[in-house]
């Protein structure tokens, strides 16, 4: 089973190079667990950051909108609410504005004298976060309700990120740190001192890992702050970052006009007397420690999701799904994925589940049958992730988006057995199921 916390102190960096048609450069190591970053860059004709002081173009469904402004625009964030669709603008003004999808100004949140450098969404989609000065400050959407703030940095703070899959804060600003929080502003993690400001922070989908960005540095870390990877490219600063929707990949725009893209590779994972490396050049290395022997499997497209248990190794690329058995690795069960990329594998005893945005959450065995398809009607398939699901032989169970309510399937069937909703009065952090035997 992959271990989900990584220990970059045991980890022993050494430089890789690897020449292709553009300058590449790859971070390996060899620890616990490695996340690295594959980087490489390219140079676009166009102004990659603008401060933009005329207007704010918006598309909806093939409309569009233009809100005028006469000061400047520093970031604009889309919610995550399924139900309405509205976005946060912040700038030099000092105000953060709520806006509707048609471009109907709904709201002015927070309206301050010294301008706001950043913001975003909480996970439900009903407060926001931004920095003023060197505090960090919770807005609840409600009037009613207090903001929660609390001195984050000792100097301006620049960039900030919640993730909404863990739940955690990132921040970063001119004090050269990054710092992890809760949502109720205990520190979790505060690095050392940098060469330069923190510009840039990101989170991973998976809320497992995050970018740090600043000059001539990207920066991988996991949640709990630790740094597994720097790189150094000549790119100027780091001004802002964006995963892919597999989280595999990020794509940084630079100050200097490039766009750095960067792969995350050599991911570790183990099962009893099972490791399997996932390497840069879309292979899988399996060893077996008792035996010491080694397997290498070669993968046509890049692999995005990986999971190890059970005496079964399951593999996703953005087309296909490859489901190994520990004692054949030679001819796997192949499925064709036709909904796009996998975001969550879970495994049990006699099969596993996969999710994605599209198809919803699918039970299949490890013969590649598909037993059972459960529709999301409340929570989105692609915001589940392993603290919100869990699977036994018989039973899934699901926690809802405001985290109170647990449902429970037949994972046979795909049916939900409402008589055993869980309730909860404060939000759960974790959903585990177990098997009982008598």
């Given at each position: 089973?992959?271990?989900?916390?990584?220990?970059?102190?045991?980890?022993?960096?050494?430089?890789?190079?690897?020449?292709?048609?553009?300058?590449?450069?790859?971070?390996?190591?060899?620890?616990?667990?490695?996340h690295?970053?594959?980087?490489c860059?390219?140079?676009?004709?166009v102004?990659?950051?603008?401060?933009?002081?005329?207007?704010?173009?918006?598309?909806?469904?093939?409309?569009?909108?233009?809100?005028?402004?006469?000061?400047?625009?520093v970031?604009?964030?889309?919610?995550?609410?399924?139900?309405?669709?509205?976005?946060?603008?912040?700038?030099?003004?000092?105000?953060?504005?709520?806006?509707?999808?048609?471009?109907?100004?709904?709201?002015?949140?927070?309206?301050?004298?010294?301008?706001?450098?950043?913001c975003?969404w909480?996970?439900?989609?009903?407060?926001?976060?931004?920095?003023g000065?060197?505090t960090?400050?919770?807005?609840?959407?409600?009037?009613s309700?207090k903001?929660?703030?609390?001195?984050?940095?000792?100097?301006?703070?620049?960039?900030?990120?919640?993730?909404?899959?863990?739940?955690?804060?990132?921040?970063?600003?001119?004090?050269?740190?990054?710092?992890?929080?809760?949502?109720?502003?205990?520190?979790?993690?505060?690095?050392?001192?940098?060469?330069?400001?923190?510009?840039?922070?990101?989170?991973?989908?998976?809320?497992?890992?995050?970018?740090?960005?600043?000059?001539?540095?990207?920066?991988?870390?996991?949640?709990?702050?630790?740094?597994?990877?720097?790189?150094k490219?000549s790119?100027?600063?780091?001004?802002?970052?964006?995963?892919?929707?597999?989280?595999?990949?990020?794509?940084g725009?630079?100050?200097?006009?490039?766009?750095?893209?960067?792969?995350?590779?050599?991911?570790?994972?183990?099962?009893?007397?099972?490791?399997?490396?996932?390497?840069?050049?879309?292979?899988?290395?399996?060893?077996?420690?008792?035996?010491?022997?080694?397997?290498?499997?070669e993968?046509?497209?890049?692999?995005?999701?990986?999971?190890?248990?059970?005496?079964?190794?399951?593999?996703?690329?953005?087309?296909?799904?490859?489901?190994?058995?520990?004692r054949?690795?030679?001819?796997?069960?192949?499925?064709?994925?036709?909904?796009?990329?996998?975001?969550?594998?879970?495994?049990a005893?006699?099969?596993?589940?996969?999710?994605?945005?599209?198809?919803?959450?699918?039970?299949?065995?490890?013969?590649?049958?598909?037993?059972?398809?459960?529709?999301?009607?409340?929570?989105?398939?692609?915001?589940?992730?392993?603290?919100?699901?869990?699977?036994?032989?018989?039973?899934?169970?699901?926690?809802?988006?405001?985290?109170?309510?647990?449902?429970?399937?037949?994972?046979?069937?795909?049916?939900?057995?409402?008589?055993?909703?869980?309730?909860?009065?404060?939000?759960?952090?974790?959903?585990?199921?177990?098997?009982?035997?008598?």
């Open positions: 089973m992959g271990s989900s916390c990584l220990f970059p102190d045991l980890v022993e960096w050494r430089k890789l190079w690897k020449h292709t048609k553009e300058q590449c450069w790859v971070f390996g190591g060899v620890g616990m667990e490695l690295c970053l594959h980087v860059v390219c140079v676009v004709c102004p990659v950051f603008m401060s933009v002081r005329a207007c704010v173009h918006v598309w909806v469904c093939a409309c569009v909108h233009v809100f005028c402004m006469f000061v400047a625009l970031c604009m964030y889309w919610n995550m609410s399924i139900s309405i669709v509205v976005h946060s603008t912040d700038g030099e003004d000092g105000a953060i504005k709520i806006w509707s999808k048609t471009g109907m100004l709904r709201t002015i949140l927070v309206q301050t004298s010294s301008p706001i450098y950043s975003c909480s996970p439900d989609s009903d407060q926001v976060l931004y920095a000065g060197k960090l400050i919770i807005k609840p959407l409600q009037p309700l903001p929660t703030q609390w001195k984050a940095h000792d100097s301006l703070i620049l960039t900030l990120d919640w993730s909404p899959t863990n739940n955690l804060i990132v921040s970063g600003g001119e004090d050269r740190k990054y710092k992890v929080w809760d949502s109720y502003g205990r520190n979790i993690y505060s690095s050392l001192l940098h060469d330069s400001p923190i510009i840039s922070l990101a989170w991973a989908p998976d809320g497992e890992l995050f970018a740090v960005g600043a000059f001539d540095t990207l920066r991988l870390c996991d949640k709990t702050g630790w740094s597994h990877s720097l790189e490219a790119t100027g600063t780091v001004l802002r970052m964006a995963w892919a929707g597999d989280g595999t990949q990020l794509a725009a630079c100050a200097n006009g490039q766009v750095v893209f960067a792969q995350v590779v050599n991911r570790h994972l183990e099962w009893h007397n099972l490791e399997a490396f996932v390497n840069e050049d879309n292979t899988i290395s399996v060893k077996d420690i008792i035996n010491d022997s080694k397997e290498s499997l993968f046509h497209d890049r692999i995005v999701r990986v999971s190890l248990a059970w005496g079964h190794l399951i593999v996703t690329t953005p087309l296909q799904c490859y489901i190994y058995n520990s054949n690795w030679t001819t796997p069960v192949t499925l064709d994925l036709k909904n796009g990329s996998i975001n969550l594998i879970k495994q005893e006699r099969h596993f589940l996969i999710a994605d945005c599209m198809s919803g959450v699918q039970i299949i065995s490890y013969e590649g049958r598909q037993l059972s398809l459960i529709k999301m009607a409340g929570p989105n398939a692609g915001s589940l992730n392993d603290l919100t699901v869990s699977l036994t032989n018989d039973t899934i169970a699901i926690r809802n988006q405001d985290g109170k309510e647990i449902h429970i399937y037949d994972a046979l069937t795909g049916k939900e057995r409402t008589d055993r909703t869980v309730k909860h009065q404060v939000k759960a952090t974790h959903t585990h199921t177990y098997t009982h035997t008598l």
